[in-house]
C-alpha cells in the first residue's frame, strides 16, 4: 500500500495554479505510469512529494536499452528499480528489450529471476534482446499465469542452425497471445514436422516472424483454440509447407513472400486473408505459391493484398485462362498502394519484361514505373480473382494514406 503521506498533496491558498494532476486518486496516476517506460516513470519522482514513492508501485516494468548510452548504465538502473520496488505491489507486465551488444548477461538473468518471483502474477512478458536467451526458457515455463509472452532473438544468423531453438514442450496454460522471432522449430520424435504450439490449450493470438524448422520439412500449427495467425518474413527454404490443423483459425496475415505451401483440415475455416510482400525475397516460385494460396483457401470473405503481392502473381503462365475454384464468398476485396520493395521491380522485369516483351515496349514499361510511386496493379488482375464473385467490394488503399476508390495505377 501507498504510504499516506504520497496520498494527496495539499495547495497552498496562494497558489496560482491548481495542479489537478496530482489530485487524481492513486490508481488513475499509477494507470497514467505504467505506460511509461520505466526510466521515466522514475524521473516522476521530482515533481512533488505527491510523486516522490509513486513509482515503486507501478505494476509494469517497461526497460528499454534505448534509453540508456551504456550496457553499464542499464544494467545499474536495473538493479536500483528491482532493488527499490515495493516487494508487496502485484507485477502485471514486464517488457525488456536489448537489442545492442549484450555481454555479461547477468541483467537478463536478474530481470527473468525477478519475473519468476512474480510468477503467480505475471500476465504480460516480453523480451527482445541481441544473443541466445535458450537457457532462460526454462526459468519463463515457472510463469504458469502468462497470458502474453513475446520473445525476440536479434543478431542471430540466419542459417537454421544458427537460431534459437524453440524447447518442445512448454506449458502456459493461460496463455492467449505468442509472438516468437528468429527460432527454430525442432521436429517431433520420429516425425517428419515440427509441432510447437500443441501444448498450448488456449492460444487465440499466435505470430512467428523469421522462424524455420530444424530436421523437418512440415511445421504443424496444431491449436483447437488459434483464431488469428500472423507470420512475418518467414521466406525460408528449411520447410516447404504449413499445415493448419486449427478448426477455429479465421485470419492469416502474411508479411513477406509466401514460400511454403498450405494444407490440412482448417483451410476453409480461413475467412480473412492479408498478404503484403514486405521486402521481396524470391524462394521457389512465389508466383505458384500464392495461386495455391488462393485455390485452398475456398471460404476466404475479405481479402487484402498489395499491388506487389498481385504483380507476382500476374508472372503464373496463362493466368487470366485459369479458373478458379474457390472465393465464391468473397466479400470484400482491398489492393494497398506501397513504393516498390527491394527486389521486386528487376525480379518482376526480368521474369516479364524481358522474357515475354519487345525492347521497345521493355522501355515504355520502365518509363511508366519509373512515373509511378507505387507499385503497379497488372490489367485484369482484379477482374480475375472476382471472377466467382463480382459483387464483392473493392478498395484502393494508397500506402500513408485512407482508403479511395478508383483512379489507381494499372498497367
Known amino acids: 500500500m501507498i504510504p499516506p503521506n504520497t496520498k494527496k498533496a495539499k495547495h497552498d491558498d496562494n497558489d496560482n495554479e491548481e495542479d489537478r494532476l496530482s489530485d487524481l486518486p492513486d490508481c488513475i496516476l499509477l494507470h497514467i505510469l505504467s505506460f511509461l517506460n520505466s526510466k521515466h516513470a522514475v524521473q516522476t519522482c521530482i515533481l512533488s512529494p505527491r510523486w516522490k514513492n509513486l513509482w515503486k508501485y507501478i505494476p509494469t516494468l517497461k526497460l528499454h536499452s534505448s534509453e540508456f548510452r551504456t550496457a553499464k548504465k542499464l544494467g545499474m538502473f536495473v538493479t536500483k528499480i528491482l532493488t527499490l520496488r515495493d516487494t508487496s505491489t502485484a507485477l502485471h507486465a514486464l517488457n525488456f528489450k536489448r537489442i545492442a551488444s549484450f555481454e555479461p548477461q547477468r541483467t537478463l538473468k ?142 492469416i496475415t502474411f508479411y513477406g513472400t509466401p514460400s511454403q505451401r498450405l494444407y490440412g483440415s482448417s483451410l476453409s475455416s480461413v475467412k480473412q486473408l492479408n498478404i503484403d510482400e514486405d521486402i521481396f525475397i524470391r524462394i521457389g516460385e512465389p508466383h505458384l505459391i500464392l495461386l495455391s494460396w488462393l485455390q485452398d483457401l475456398d471460404n476466404i470473405k475479405s481479402l487484402t493484398v498489395t499491388a506487389g503481392i498481385l504483380q507476382i502473381l500476374s508472372l503464373v503462365p496463362d493466368l487470366f485462362n485459369i479458373k478458379l475454384p474457390s472465393l465464391h464468398h468473397l466479400k470484400s476485396l482491398k489492393v494497398k498502394l506501397k513504393p516498390h520493395p527491394h527486389g521486386l521491380s528487376s525480379y518482376i522485369r526480368k521474369e516479364v519484361v524481358y522474357k515475354y516483351k519487345s525492347r521497345k515496349e521493355a522501355h515504355k514499361i520502365r518509363l511508366k514505373e519509373a512515373d509511378e510511386p507505387y507499385v503497379i496493379i497488372p490489367k485484369g488482375i482484379v477482374d480475375f480473382l472476382l471472377q466467382n464473385s463480382p459483387s464483392a467490394e473493392v478498395g484502393i488503399i494508397h500506402y500513408m494514406s485512407k482508403e479511395s476508390a478508383g483512379n489507381y495505377p494499372v498497367g
Do not use: W
Open 110 to 251: 536478474e530481470i527473468v529471476n525477478y519475473a519468476c518471483s512474480h510468477n503467480t502474477q505475471l500476465k504480460r512478458l516480453g523480451i527482445s534482446v541481441k544473443g541466445d536467451i535458450g537457457i532462460i526458457l526454462p526459468r519463463i515455463s515457472s510463469c504458469q499465469a502468462l497470458t502474453s509472452l513475446k520473445l525476440a532473438v536479434y543478431g542471430k544468423g540466419v542459417s537454421n542452425c544458427e537460431r534459437t531453438l524453440f524447447p518442445k514442450h512448454l506449458n502456459f496454460p493461460a496463455l492467449t497471445s505468442l509472438d516468437l522471432s528468429n527460432f527454430a522449430f525442432c521436429a517431433n520424435d520420429n516425425a517428419d514436422h515440427a509441432e510447437p504450439f500443441s501444448s498450448f490449450s488456449r492460444l487465440n493470438n499466435l505470430i512467428i516472424s523469421r522462424c524455420s524448422v530444424r530436421d523437418a520439412s512440415i511445421l504443424t500449427i496444431s491449436s483447437a483454440t488459434i483464431v488469428h495467425l500472423t507470420m512475418c518474413g518467414n521466406s525460408s527454404s528449411d520447410f516447404t509447407k504449413i499445415k493448419l490443423s486449427a478448426p477455429s483459425l479465421d485470419t
